[in-house]
């Protein structure tokens, strides 16, 4: 991969201005969605937060106004478990172009039972992975009438010590809740890399890239939109692990950079500097296992036989 050469160094407190740029930001209304969301309205760009509950979604519109003066958020309800819904909320919009989608919603289970999304499959994975790979094909034409768009999918550091099972992919056989929450992160990150290739392959002007966003520490973080304090002593327990992780605030960052920064390339991933969970945003070798073609190319056609997408997601 190559390096990125910097006439000077990014600064995560002052970012590009991107006044005439409209991004959509899947699961906007809370943890890193919401970080990364607040981080681009502070660029003057309009910023659209997906999210399913109305509620929070107003909530964390709210938030974002008051930390960020002139902010222009809006709110899209989006259901990625719902595959029948995507259409009608692309259309609801009501955009000419879009110059970045940040796929970031996501579901994490922690305990049987095994779940599933209303079109019948598991729930992480439906929703993690087949919900985005769905959006995608829907937003391509706006994508494509942007003159330098973006799909920045929002990795884990929990997909690097996994692999896909191509004969299960939605765990019916063996569902095991943290194995599968990483394996629908792998199989996102996956799609992000075959998107480039793609894209690429078809001329497209559309870049794909994959950002692994940095640790966050629940217990230490302000709520999005509603004003959370935290007590000291939840703040003494957390301080061990501030030690590796950070804020999400901060956690945001290789997402946020992902997005912005005009010398990032597709294909690229994004993470923190520190040991892979903190500081400063990088650019970073991609996983051997992730760039298995093979592997990504029959995820590709399960994803879009399971989706009823279709195969080229409206790039081509």
């Known amino acids: 991969m190559s390096s990125i050469a910097r006439h000077r160094p990014w600064d995560v407190d002052r970012l590009p201005s991107a006044r005439e740029r409209v991004f959509l930001v899947t699961g906007g209304n809370a943890g890193i969605g919401y970080f990364t969301a607040e981080q681009l309205a502070g660029t003057g760009a309009v910023v659209v937060l997906g999210s399913r509950d109305d509620a929070k979604a107003e909530a964390a519109m709210a938030s974002i106004r008051s930390r960020v003066p002139g902010a222009r958020v809006r709110h899209l309800r989006l259901d990625l478990a719902d595959l029948t819904s995507l259409k009608g ?39 993690n992975h087949l919900g985005h790979f769905a959006l995608t094909g829907w937003l391509a034409p706006l994508l494509r009438a942007a003159p330098a768009a973006r799909v920045v999918t929002v990795g884990s550091f929990a ?18 809740p943290k194995r599968t929450y990483g394996r629908s992160k792998l199989a996102q990150m996956h799609f992000g890399f075959e998107l480039d290739r793609r894209l690429r392959a078809a001329g497209s002007t559309v870049l794909s890239l994959v950002a692994r966003r940095a640790g966050g520490r629940e217990g230490v973080q302000r709520a999005a939109g509603v ?11 957390a301080a061990p692990a501030g030690l590796m992780v950070q804020g999400k605030d901060a956690g945001a960052w ?6 912005l920064d005009p010398e990032a390339e597709g294909g690229q991933l994004w993470g923190p500097r520190v040991f892979g969970l903190r500081g400063l945003p ?3 070798p991609v996983p051997e296992h ?3 073609t093979a592997v990504a190319a029959r995820l590709w056609a399960a994803s879009a036989e399971l ?7 409206g790039f081509r």
């Not at 997909?159 to 095991?176: K, N």
């Not at 004003?227 to 327990?237: D, I, K, N, W």
């Open 159 to 176: 997909a690097r010590s996994e692999r896909l099972d191509l004969d299960d992919l939605q765990s019916a056989g063996d569902y095991r």
């Open 282 to 284: 990088r650019c970073e």
């Open 254 to 259: 290789p997402v946020v950079r992902a997005v």
């Open 89 to 127: 909320s692309v259309d609801r919009l009501g955009l000419d172009r879009l110059d970045a989608v940040v796929h970031n919603a996501g579901v994490a289970l922690d305990d049987p039972p095994r779940r599933e999304t209303k079109d019948g499959h598991e729930l992480m994975f439906g929703t």
């Open 290 to 292: 992730m760039r298995d």
């Open 227 to 237: 004003g959370h304090q935290v007590s000291p002593g939840a703040r003494l327990r």
């Open 307 to 313: 989706t009823g997408a279709d195969p080229h997601l």
